[in-house]
């Protein structure tokens, strides 16, 4: 792992990030608990069923958690930048410039009443100060960055014009614009179809690889995590159990991580009844 | 046991052809899967049968026994039954499970309703102590079953299930396919699936359509796919597609 990062300080480090929610019977509700890791320059999977706090983990990284919401944590930097102690301006600042997230469905990501176009200018010119013709140019580049194969077409086409795949490449363009060091993707292809998903994943690959950029890949499907990424770490119920190296996935010794691979239907190997998980309560703890 | 044909269906939504041609028997108490990814079709196949898309062409029947009803009948829509995608969608969000359950009962004429919705939440493993819950107090998998039980309380013959699973996380969704096969076997069901997981579909159903822009790419059974013997393309591309992510 050393010999990839070739960086001695890492990109991104938490440690023991609280997110809290005040619940409806009045108390509070501690929905990410005491997560720590660090990111370097590569490729981390962060993988948890509904509710284990992955998606959580990701918003409180880019300052998007919720109205209402708490983010406490022992440490949470990015290079230099104390996240912490930022200012919303500040914040702001930093999303799009030096993090950036991809969201699940293009359809609700995207702003449906302007141009593919002209969403992703407006994204580097928020920026850097760069003239029209300019930003534009650079906006084509990016979109043929992402194997769009006629950006002038779909430069000027509305996010409803376009199928999934192709409204997830230019989200993906646009979040690349302005060149961040930490991309996270919260369920990138979950929306797309099987033989488009592996198209965006390439995409996404490629551009990881060759800006040595550092990304969360957040999921819930371990096996597609698994193929994609360097390292996996499994939530459940708001806490990291298992940190394990995607190759040694069949390895994992949390049972959760075992129960999860285990539950899935295989082609070629019927299983009848197929396994089931049975939750234990001290995972939780 | 009651089976389907579909003969030379065709679907049209204004100059779209959204189905053409697709012809295919599903034998009683078969399990049948049908696999493509969005915009292929799969659903609306499921949707002609049931009859909440007309028919621009062609035809459904149910098969197993002479003297059956027609298509568009209360007594066919009786004895076929839909289970939807998304349980977050397809429950009314202010009714509680137990109205939910009795009104397919009461719009088909059905006796002992007390009797009935006990032993369907009994029959998908919720038990009486979910009957007066709304939805929004209910998880995905627990809603899923609701949806199940909706579909099995009028005892159909043929039960169509449009992506069952998919909006549930993976333990669930092993929990959701283990109570389909186990309902299958104790009622004697016909099962039309419609999947773009291939695993799943293999993992139900013993023979499957593969369907690609509304046309029929072809039927294979769960057997000769597990063994990769398909003759079609674009099969072994979705084939491929379901193993993961394979770095250039």
Known sequence: ?285 | MRGLSLNDVRVTFGDFVAVDAVSLDVAPGESFGIVGESGSGKSTVLRAICGLVPLARGSVSLTGAPGLPAPATQAFRRQVQMVFQDPYGSLHPRQTVDRMLAEPLAIHGFEQAEQRIEQALDDVGLGAGFRFRYPHQLSGGQRQRVAIARALILEPQVVLLDEPTSALDASVQAEVLNLLETLRRQKGLTFVMVSHDLAVVTHLCERLLVMQRGQMVEVVSAADLAAHRVSAEYTRSLMRASVGFQRA
């Not at chain 1, 108390?27 to 990111?39: I, K």
């Not at chain 1, 590569?42 to 958690?65: C, D, F, H, N, Y």
């Open chain 1, 1 to 285: 792992m050393e010999t990839r990062h070739g960086v001695t300080q890492p990109l991104l480090e938490v440690q023991d990030l609280r997110v809290t929610y005040p619940s409806r019977q009045g108390g509070l509700a501690e929905v990410v608990r005491g997560v720590s890791f660090s990111l370097g320059q590569e490729r981390l999977g962060l993988v948890g069923e509904s509710g284990s706090g992955k998606s959580q983990t990701g918003r409180a990284i880019m300052g998007l958690t919720a109205p209402g919401g708490r983010v406490q944590a022992e440490r949470l930097t990015l290079g230099d930048v104390d996240l912490l102690r930022c200012s919303e301006t500040e914040r702001r600042q930093l999303r799009g410039r030096r993090m950036a997230m991809v969201l699940q469905d293009p359809k609700f990501s995207l702003n449906p009443v302007m141009s593919i176009g002209a969403q992703i200018v407006e994204t580097l010119q928020r920026h850097q100060s760069v003239s029209s013709r300019h930003a534009r140019e650079r906006a084509l580049d990016a979109l043929a960055a992402v194997q769009i194969d006629n950006p002038r077409r779909v430069f000027d086409l509305y996010p409803h014009e376009v199928s999934g795949g192709m409204g997830q490449r230019a989200m993906i363009a646009m979040m690349l614009i302005a060149e961040p060091q930490l991309l996270i993707a919260d369920e990138p292809t979950s929306a797309l179809d099987v033989t488009v998903q592996l198209e965006v994943l390439s995409i996404l690959d490629r551009l990881v690889a060759e800006r040595g950029m550092g990304l969360i890949f957040i999921s819930h499907d371990l096996r597609l995590v698994s193929s994609f990424c360097d390292r996996v770490l499994v939530m459940y119920a708001g806490r990291i159990v298992e940190e394990v190296a995607a190759a040694d996935l069949a390895h994992a010794r949390h049972p959760y991580t075992q129960g999860l691979l285990e539950c899935l239907p295989r082609l070629g190997e019927p299983r009848h009844p197929l396994p089931t998980l049975d939750r234990r309560a001290e995972w939780a703890q």
